[in-house]
């Protein structure tokens, strides 16, 4: 059985454990760029332990951001920000990915923290304008929201254009993975699934046919992205609705993108459908990347609602998935890995905070010295 903390070798990538930040957006970016509150971000959980450290979506083209404070990728000079996040993960040492994407139907929205739905007055009164959005078929998230314009072939070439171009980007910062976003009824999830894409050519129909257009852009960063680099691809297992993608059609596409390279399967759910009509409790993903994993023959990363350190390990040990990812979780304790370590009895007792970065954990061995010489006095006093 593998454990939580053994280190993981993906090509010649070796992660240090089998814990994941999981990509998040921040909403902070100005134009794309990154700046100082992602360097801090992301530096802090490095610093907390985690094996690897995935920046959000970073978007491919300005109107594949989700909003105007999403990070991009799309020009020359965003580079910089970015590898600025990468020299710092890596001297922590923990692995920098990157998670790149197109918002496609569900891009120019609101900053959730004001209000996650089509953009308002109150957000052209903040600077906020819309701009045109794309999908696999001219079918809007929702009442209320922008309806997209169907992708025609032109389209569809600039778009496997901007991904090839962003993955070369990413490689210049130094990114180590790259993830490939195709869930969550983003760009390349209104593609695959039956609820928004009712295209009639090559690219709509069939499972064959939707799938097209995600394994052209897989296939095609398979060849830009190193031989020696892992190459992951987070999918939507189902759609929210029973009417959309399955679970038997997410092992189909699973296996053909194993055939193409993709070395991780980040299994996700939902984003497409105004419900969601499968279990939704602690761990509640985790099946889905377990079935995966056996089906097709493809490692896969675990998300979802994961909150304890009992959870992530027996995920791992279990033979669910080979990776953990951690999102809101860590937002609350960016030291979740550390934490873990301690709990599941995996530091050493007498020096505790020895895997922490030595300028911390000097500190934190000697303040539990004194806890303890403090606690053992008071149970001597006690005694007497």
Not at 44 to 64: C, I, Q, S
Not at 205 to 216: F, H, I, Q, T, W
Not at 279 to 294: E, F, L, T, W
Not at 353 to 371: C, H, M, T, Y
């Amino acid at each position: 059985m593998a454990n939580l903390f053994d280190p993981l070798d993906l090509r010649s990538v070796r992660l240090r454990n089998r814990l994941a930040l999981s990509p998040m957006c921040q909403y902070e970016a100005v134009d794309g760029f990154a700046n100082d509150y992602h360097l801090v971000h992301y530096g802090k959980f490095a610093l907390g332990g985690f094996g690897l450290v995935m920046v959000e979506a970073t978007a491919v083209t300005p109107e594949g951001r989700i909003t105007h404070g999403d990070l991009g990728l799309w020009d020359d000079a965003q580079i910089e920000g970015l590898a600025r996040i990468v020299s710092m993960v890596k001297s922590q040492g923990a692995t920098p990915a990157i998670q790149i994407a197109h918002a496609g139907p569900k891009a120019s929205m609101q900053r959730p923290y004001y209000g996650d739905g089509p953009l308002t007055d109150e957000d052209f009164a903040r600077g906020d304008h819309p701009w045109k959005v794309v999908s696999a078929s001219a079918i809007p998230v929702d009442d209320g929201w922008l309806t997209p314009e169907e992708l025609d072939a032109d389209g569809l070439a600039r778009i496997r254009g901007a991904f090839a171009d962003t993955a070369h980007r990413a490689l210049v910062a130094g990114f180590e993975v790259l993830e490939l976003h195709a869930a969550h009824g983003y760009l390349l999830n209104s593609f695959l699934s039956p609820l928004t894409n009712q295209r009639t050519d090559a690219y709509g129909g069939s499972l064959e046919n939707r799938m097209r257009l995600p394994l052209e852009i897989a296939r095609e960063l398979r060849a830009i992205w190193p031989e020696d680099k892992p190459l992951f691809v987070r999918i939507s297992a189902v759609d929210g609705s029973r009417d959309g993608v399955t679970i038997e059609d997410s092992v189909i596409l699973a296996r053909e993108l194993a055939a193409i390279g993709v070395d991780v399967l980040d299994v996700s759910s939902g984003g497409v459908g105004r419900t969601y009509d499968h279990p939704n409790g602690y761990g509640h993903q985790v099946p889905y990347a377990a079935q995966i994993s056996r089906d097709a023959g493809i490692r896969t990363m675990a998300v979802g609602l994961i909150v304890t350190p009992d959870q992530a390990a027996a995920v791992v040990a279990n033979g669910q998935a080979d990776l953990v990812a951690i999102g809101r979780e860590a937002l609350h304790d960016p030291h979740f890995p550390h934490r873990a370590e301690r709990a599941l009895g995996a530091s050493n007792t007498e020096t505790p905070f020895d895997s922490w970065v030595p300028q911390i954990g000097w500190w934190l061995n000697a303040r539990e010295r004194k806890i303890r010489r403090l606690d053992g006095a008071a149970l001597a006093e006690q005694a007497v």
